[in-house]
């Protein structure tokens, strides 16, 4: 009796998990702003599938998109709460992100700082029906399925979704050469603390937001007007004590900047440009939002 031969392929639930595992962590991920709050919604994504009946299941990825953004949804709200009481101006985190995610425009728009602190600005089920209709171009029946609404409201809210955005977002698309120029330039000055240089490339509307969460020193509320931050950003940076040196990188799908200081991982700093000027500057200094500088994250839709 021949016997059966053994193979490491994982049982169906993990072989579907884990092929639709880094799409599933995107949309956790564009709904919370947090990827530590989106590995925690996968987990329980999974602990539902584990116990679901695959026969039942016409269209996996469809099902599994449905569980995760259930999951979104009810972080999401806790998450609010969460930011009540936090301190100081709370911003996304940031992932470190392969080159590669820039060739999908619409995607590296979609997980870009700009982007998710619009986002914010929606309430959950419109972030949802959003991300879930403009980000991965899910079919009105298939988001009502996963924000528990009628094809028809899905519609509503994912009209008035658009317009919330289309107002807040950027006005025009950026180029990842044009926005390595302005950091090129944004770095220049601030290296050498040049104030003229920062006026040169700052919009006067331009706010400077700044995320320590309590944890280290940072701008307590938001920075605004070219002058203002043009001053705090050429002596605040070159006077922190130690050996302070910036480092191009890509930051969620664009070009962004980390700061080291004495050789560790001190910030994050990612910026919005409208009309080739920086009018928001995001500075990341919690070190609980920085975990995942150490490695690339790969997202997909």
């Known amino acids: 009796m021949v016997g059966t031969p053994q193979t490491d392929r994982p049982d169906p639930a993990t072989e579907a998990f884990l092929a ?14 947090s990827a530590a709050d989106a590995e925690d919604a996968l987990q329980e994504t999974w602990l539902r599938w584990a116990g679901v009946d695959l026969e039942t299941v016409r269209d996996q990825r469809a099902y599994l998109v449905r569980i995760t ?4 949804l009810t972080r999401l709200r806790t998450l609010g709460r969460r930011k009540e009481s936090y301190v100081g101006p709370w911003l996304p985190e940031p992932l470190l992100t392969a080159p590669d995610i820039a060739e999908d425009v619409a995607l590296a728009d979609s997980v870009s700082m700009a982007m998710l602190l619009v986002l914010e600005t929606l309430a959950p089920t419109e972030r949802a029906v959003f991300v879930l209709r403009e980000v991965f171009d899910l079919g009105y029946d298939e988001i009502a399925e ?3 609404k009628s094809p028809a409201a899905v519609r509503q809210i994912a009209h008035r979704a658009r317009a919330h955005v289309a107002a807040r977002r950027p006005r025009q698309p950026v180029s990842p050469a044009e926005t390595r ?3 090129d330039a944004f770095q220049r000055a601030v290296e050498t603390g040049d104030i003229q240089g920062l006026l040169d490339i700052l919009a006067p509307d331009v706010v400077l937001l700044g995320d320590g969460g309590g944890i280290k020193q940072a701008v307590p509320r ?3 007007g070219a002058d203002k931050v043009a001053r705090l950003l050429a002596g605040g940076w070159g006077k922190i004590p130690g050996s302070t040196s910036w480092r191009p990188t890509q930051v969620n799908g664009h070009p962004a900047l ?19 000027l920086i009018t928001g500057i995001y500075a990341v200094r919690n070190p609980e939002k920085l975990s995942h500088m150490d490695r690339e994250t790969t997202l997909s839709r």
């Not at 560790?264 to 080739?276: P, T």
Request: proline fraction near 2%; avoid cysteine.
């Open 20 to 33: 639709h595992r880094n799409l599933l962590f995107t949309v956790a991920y564009e709904m919370l702003g």
């Open 69 to 72: 953004t259930r999951q979104a």
């Open 146 to 148: 996963a924000v528990d």
């Open 181 to 183: 120029g302005a950091l």
């Open 222 to 224: 938001p920075i605004l």
């Open 258 to 276: 980390v700061v080291q200081l004495d050789g560790e991982l001190d910030s994050v700093v990612a910026l919005r440009i409208d009309g080739g």
